[in-house]
């Protein structure tokens, strides 16, 4: 009967020790998932504003004044546009 | 001496101890554990909330999870308006101690005054002080990295514009707790805005969070606006706008581009305008929305409303000859006077020339219920179908209080007044077959449901008219543009200076010009005005076409329209002097 006892006994307490373990092996993972959740917030609001650099990066205002003062382009105008009509250009069926 | 208890045998430890002091003994260590399990039961039962909130505030923490502002996107789903993260720099100034190189080194990184901070960080009783709001983020890192004591970082977010000045009328901007203060930002404020979620969590010594209690209220992200603006064909309108308001030494200037199929508004823009993202010195003048705030009297914008009723209801055809000469008439002891005199007239021409008396002649055969029918029907003051902050109505007077002068002069567009948007929008009705359709800010595929005003037939023969005053012979002949048909209505109107409209030379003028193209199938309705053009020129047909035939080109461009007209450089250059 004391065996039983001490055994149930030792039992509890290794049940008890693995307790402790797991609850901390836990709070450390919740920890870790805190951590890479908050990694992916600052991800996501980087990427905002990235996008919007990248926008004003290309705005047309700026688009216009590189193609006009660094690359010498001009506007385009129908009077040098030449227009292609798709409907007639494809082959006709025999 | 005979009760007393025995501890031992042994007659040498033999002590006379009186019983009353063991049982004093019993009793109190009976009342300690009375007292002890009465505290245990105060803790435990009677005022166990007490005790258990005190235990959750030392580690329980509620953490507030951010909304992003939803973003304002153009038609093509290009970034307006987007919310990217901006450090705020607070501190506690009790626990502030830098020496004075510390502080000039913060004062600069923040880009504030030594002596502002100084004044900032002096308030010890105070136990939180902004020292900066939404700074940058390498600079918010480089504070991070002295660490201070008693500086603090907060996230908060900006506004960003890429778009800037050209669209800042249309996107509005938000104030720095992140509420919309103008435009599209306050118009749409609840639906951009998202709702902040919440979470319980325990958190350890260090301030880690170790366990997940209770619910968790997700954040409810703001939702996206997409408007009906596109960025290119804004850019360029506001551009071709700001050159010609610099160019004429104009005060101001508006301009609208809307789509003739859908009612959406492709362009809407002012120029003074302002740098969204830098709203310091910012003056009214810069703010106000003129294209959907400031009326006027339309002028002869208004005459093919007048031409097109008198030909509904048969009253005269297109070829009817009216004849203007000698320049003038006079009703009930006015007189209205054509710029010169044009004989006469057939009621096209009396389009094409802009005869105020031919005008009249036509509309005074002509009940005032009916023109205001016409008139209010075209959405002239009427509420503004479109919830702008800050849009205007204008002004159309009940038929029944119009004199007969009154309605004379109603005919050709003055003791009425409309914002340049309502003109625009007027105009519908000869593009879209004789039907009014709604306007709207926000991306709408759906070809729009109008209101009938005319038959389509009368609208294909306004908009001939339209294209004869755009035309050689006609009042806006710089309205043409190469490749495309174009037809529109100009109109120049003296401003009041004091009490009058200014003595000769002393003048001040708006002008402006309302038209579409393709003539025969319009795709889109433009209107440009100018605010007191000080160069020399002022007809609407001279400073305001202009900068119509630029607009209509590009945007017919970028829509992907072909050119319907032989392209050969057609610009005629000879004018009619247009009447007032």
Do not use: C
């Amino acid at each position: 009967m004391i065996r039983v006892n001490i055994l149930l006994a030792l039992a509890t307490v290794a049940s008890a020790m693995y307790l402790v373990g797991v609850q901390y092996e836990s709070r450390r993972l919740f920890t870790e998932l805190e951590k890479a959740h908050r990694e992916a917030r600052r991800l996501g609001t980087e990427l905002e504003r990235l996008q919007v650099e990248k926008r004003s990066q290309a705005t047309p205002a700026r688009v216009e004044r590189v193609a006009h003062e660094k690359l010498q382009m001009r506007q385009v105008t129908p009077g040098i546009t030449l227009y292609m009509n798709l409907g007639d250009a494809m082959p006709a069926k025999p | 001496m005979s009760r007393s208890i025995q501890y031992t045998a042994s007659p040498l430890l033999t002590s006379r101890t009186p019983v009353w002091r063991s049982k004093f003994v019993v009793g109190a260590v009976a009342l300690g554990f009375v007292g002890l399990g009465a505290r245990a039961a105060y803790i435990q039962v009677f005022n166990n909330d007490f005790f258990q909130r005190q235990g959750e505030v030392r580690f329980n923490r509620t953490l507030e999870l951010p909304a992003n502002r939803g973003r304002i996107l153009d038609r093509n789903g290009l970034i307006l308006a987007s919310s990217v993260p901006a450090p705020s720099i607070w501190a506690i100034p009790e626990d502030v101690s830098l020496d004075d190189a510390e502080r000039a080194t913060l004062a600069k990184l923040l880009g504030i005054a030594p002596v502002e901070l100084a004044k900032k960080l002096a308030d010890e009783d105070k136990s939180f002080v902004w020292l900066k709001r939404q700074i940058d983020p390498e600079t918010a890192k480089k504070i991070a990295e002295l660490k201070f004591k008693g500086i603090y970082q907060r996230t908060e977010y900006r506004r960003q514009y890429p778009e800037g000045e050209a669209a800042a009328h249309v996107v509005g901007f938000t104030d720095v707790e992140d509420k919309g203060q103008e435009g599209v930002e306050l118009l749409f404020n609840s639906t951009l805005l998202g709702r902040p979620g919440t979470r319980h969590v325990i958190k350890d010594r260090l301030g880690r969070a170790v366990e997940q209690v209770g619910e968790t209220v997700a954040p409810i992200a703001g939702q996206d606006v997409q408007l009906s603006i596109d960025t290119k064909v804004q850019f360029f309108a506001y551009q071709k706008l700001r050159d010609a308001v610099l160019a004429n030494r104009a005060q101001a200037g508006s301009i609208v581009v809307l789509d003739a199929h859908t009612g959406e508004v492709l362009a809407l823009a002012n120029y003074p305008s302002y740098n969204p993202e830098k709203r310091v010195n910012l003056s009214g003048a810069q703010l106000r929305n003129r294209a959907l705030t400031d009326t006027f009297e339309p002028g002869s914008v208004m005459k093919p409303f007048t031409i097109g009723l008198a030909l509904e209801t048969g009253r005269v055809k297109t070829s009817t000859v009216i004849d203007t000469s000698p320049g003038s008439v006079t009703i009930t002891g006015a007189t209205i006077r054509d710029s010169h005199p044009h004989g006469a007239l057939t009621v096209e021409q009396v389009i094409q020339v802009s005869s105020n008396v031919g005008t009249t002649k036509i509309a005074m055969q002509m009940p005032a219920g009916e023109m205001w029918d016409t008139f209010s029907g075209a959405g002239f003051g009427q509420k503004p179908q479109i919830e702008f902050p800050g849009a205007v109505s204008g002004r159309l007077r009940p038929a029944k209080s119009w004199r007969p002068i009154e309605q004379a002069t109603a005919s050709y567009g003055y003791g009425l007044s409309a914002s340049l948007f309502q003109m625009v929008r007027s105009y519908t009705v000869f593009s879209h077959d004789g039907q009014i359709i709604r306007a709207t800010l926000l991306k709408n595929s759906e070809p729009a449901v109008g209101v009938p005003v005319f038959s389509a037939d009368t609208a294909a023969k306004v908009r001939k008219m339209l294209q004869m005053a755009a035309g050689p012979g006609g009042t806006g002949p710089k309205a043409q543009t190469v490749g495309y048909s174009v037809g529109g209505k100009s109109g120049t109107a003296y401003k009041q200076v004091g009490k009058g409209y200014g003595s000769e030379g002393n003048r001040k003028y708006r002008s402006w010009f309302v038209g579409m193209a393709p003539i025969d199938q319009p795709r889109i309705i433009v209107g440009v005005m100018l605010d007191e053009p000080t160069a020399g020129k002022y007809f609407g047909g001279e400073v305001a076409a202009p900068v119509f035939s630029e607009t209509v080109q590009q945007t017919l461009r970028v829509m992907g329209v072909q050119p319907d007209i032989a392209i050969a450089p057609q610009i005629v250059a000879n004018a009619v002097q247009e009447s007032f």
